[in-house]
């Protein structure tokens, strides 16, 4: 006797999963944030260099500069950008969605050292000197400046007091970004002005006790004054960042790649739907709605983890649903064995069930092991490949192996497949007579 109350609990879970995936789905993967290789953006790989004679790169100072950077990429309105430590003296760089490159590189790499020096190179004061995060533009006879804030009003009173006794033109005080060891002001104040490596030198008449002062510089243009106030409010930089190797990947590029890869994701997931269908009848209807569960558990978890997506990413997704395929087929070959030798549905059902879970757990549990090796060495986008893989393994397992298992015994324990084992793709012809 055929019992109803199973094959309607098949379809009210079929419903209600089918409710909860198409109300959803655009919202979440509206939410998934997008690798530069998918939205476009910058990426950049430094080689960390002492800033001082005799400095060790610690882990630590590493640590310190990531948070530097981390200040400066603030400013410049990347949402989700990645900074990796790789090795013991490289520091990778990744903003996606970033329009104006040059300036990113710039604000990156510029060390942002600012010090007050006497025209014969003495340093007088630093950015230790001021206060953090003060710096602001303001206008000066409808110029644009950059002021800074002091820590000790008196300090800079002692050192405009000395300045000013000097004669000309030794009594100016000369302002410095990033002053390198055998620079020379009275080297570069005869060069052109927009070649000159220092920002300003005005000159010191009188004893200054204020506690702001004014870079004037060479009359800065508006958006040079909002880069220096910028650098100077996300601090210096406690290394030196050389650069070894950069890539930027164009938004419309971006918008193209991500177009194309998820139109063949398309196609080869509904190429494997009509495969199931065709060949497995009901257990491949069945495995189409697990592995359409499957995907969309993969973008919600995904999007749980703040994960950024990726084409290697998006690779590694198409291939968890070859392997969550994989799993509905291991599992309805055997069945299908099974019933060839004359078992009834229900037999057929226990035992390819068993037969096939040892098979399809070693073989998710080796590549689990390959995952994890690749995100404990792997960098960059290859920890991206790792991290998708990994979740979609554990997904694929919970959906293909238990998901399908629970959907067709509700079916095979109602009765109604008994004597059906053409729903099964399983021929008449085929059963061995007992």
Excluded: C
Excluded at 203 to 210: D, T
Excluded at 295 to 309: D, E, G, K, Q, T
């Amino acid at each position: 006797m055929v019992k109803k109350g199973r094959i309607v609990a098949f379809f009210l879970i079929v419903l209600l999963l089918g409710g909860l995936i198409g109300t959803t789905v655009m919202g979440v993967t509206k939410d998934i944030k997008l690798g530069l290789d998918l939205q476009g953006g910058f990426e950049v790989l430094y080689e960390v260099e002492p800033a001082q004679e005799g400095q060790e790169l610690s882990q630590d100072l590493l640590n310190s500069t990531v948070s530097a950077l981390y200040k400066r990429i603030n400013v410049l309105g990347v949402s989700e950008p990645r900074i990796t430590i790789e090795g013991d003296d490289r520091i990778r760089v990744q903003l996606a969605g970033v329009k104006d490159q040059n300036q990113a590189r710039e604000l990156l790499s510029t060390q942002a050292e600012l010090t007050f020096r006497t025209t014969d190179d003495k340093e007088q004061m630093s950015g230790a000197d001021l206060k953090e995060g003060a710096a602001k533009v303001v206008f000066d006879n409808n110029q644009p400046v950059v002021q800074v804030t002091l820590k000790k009003p008196e300090q800079f009173a002692n050192i405009t007091r000395e300045i000013s006794q000097l004669p000309p033109p030794d009594n100016r005080l000369v302002i410095w970004l990033d002053y390198e060891e055998g620079d020379s002001y009275k080297e570069e104040v005869t060069k052109p002005a927009d070649e000159q490596k220092f920002i300003s030198d005005p000159a010191v008449n009188q004893v200054l006790s204020q506690n702001t002062v004014i870079i004037s510089g060479p009359p800065f243009q508006l958006e040079e004054a909002e880069n220096l106030k910028d650098l100077l409010n996300a601090g210096s930089l406690p290394v030196k960042l050389d650069e070894i190797y950069s890539t930027s990947v164009g938004a419309q590029f971006g918008e193209q790649s991500l177009d194309k890869t998820v139109m063949a994701g398309f196609i080869g997931i509904g190429l494997i739907f009509l495969f199931m269908l065709f060949y497995y009848r009901l257990p491949g209807a069945i495995a189409v709605v697990t592995l359409s569960v499957y995907i969309y558990l993969i973008l919600v978890v995904f999007n749980w983890m703040h994960a950024v997506l990726t084409l290697p990413g998006i690779a590694a997704l198409i291939l968890g649903v070859g392997m969550a395929v994989d799993a509905n087929i291991i599992t309805y070959e055997r069945i299908k064995e099974e019933l060839r030798s004359g078992k009834s549905v229900m037999s057929a059902f226990k035992a390819g069930g068993r037969r096939s879970f040892t098979t399809i757990f070693d073989a998710n549990i080796t590549t689990l092991i390959a995952a994890g090796v690749l995100f404990a060495y792997g960098t960059s986008s290859v920890k991206g490949f790792a991290v998708m893989l990994i979740t979609s393994i554990v997904v694929s397992f919970l959906t293909a192996v238990w998901g399908s298992r629970i959907l067709l015994g509700l079916w095979v324990k109602s009765r109604a497949l008994n004597k059906k084992p053409g729903l099964f793709g399983v021929k008449e012809s085929e059963i061995d007579e007992l």
